[in-house]
């Protein structure tokens, strides 16, 4: 299992669909995870502070798990299966670790609600994440800054 963070929360140009993206920070992964319209809408609200009037689902699960005296120890995207992602929440109750089935995109509210790590499975990893070269793409960057410092309207022509 590898740790992740959330990158973004962004809308899919093609099909219109939230997709949100985990990085990892040291090897520059990222793990594109489409997700229904209202749990993109909860994530968000979480991710920039917005309260709403009553509790959403997910604000409801983190009062109960806190009323019954279990955290969450972590998150876990543990399997993809047929371009579906799969999740389990792991719960500490004490002394007990409790784990429970969810979809990844309830697993993920529930992580940003109560700062819980989120964790990918390698395998899952290997078969649905994009690798960016970081390097390349700052080289690829500084270029482009140096091309444009150095161009002139005559370079251009008529």
Do not use: C
């Not at 793990?31 to 009553?54: C, D, F, N, V, Y």
């Not at 992602?85 to 979809?103: N, P, S």
Request: charged share 30%.
């Amino acid at each position: 299992m590898l740790e992740m963070i959330i990158h973004a929360v962004n809308l899919d140009s093609l099909t219109n669909q939230p997709v949100i993206i985990l990085k990892d920070s040291s090897a520059h992964r990222f793990l594109p995870i489409w997700i229904g319209q209202s749990e993109a809408t909860a994530i968000l609200m979480e991710l920039q502070q917005l309260k709403p009037p009553r509790p959403l689902t997910h604000d409801l699960l983190r009062s109960l798990l806190t009323e019954l005296g279990a955290s969450i120890d972590r998150v876990e995207i543990n399997d993809l299966k047929d371009g579906t992602f799969y999740a389990r929440i792991r719960l500490r109750q004490e002394e007990t670790m409790l784990e429970v089935d969810a979809r990844p995109s309830d697993a993920l509210a529930l992580a940003v609600r109560t700062s819980s790590p989120i964790f990918v499975a390698e395998k899952v990893l290997q078969r649905a994440s994009v690798v960016i070269d970081e390097k390349a793409e700052e080289m690829e960057i500084e270029k482009f800054k140096t091309f444009l410092e150095n161009i002139n309207p005559e370079d251009f022509g008529e």
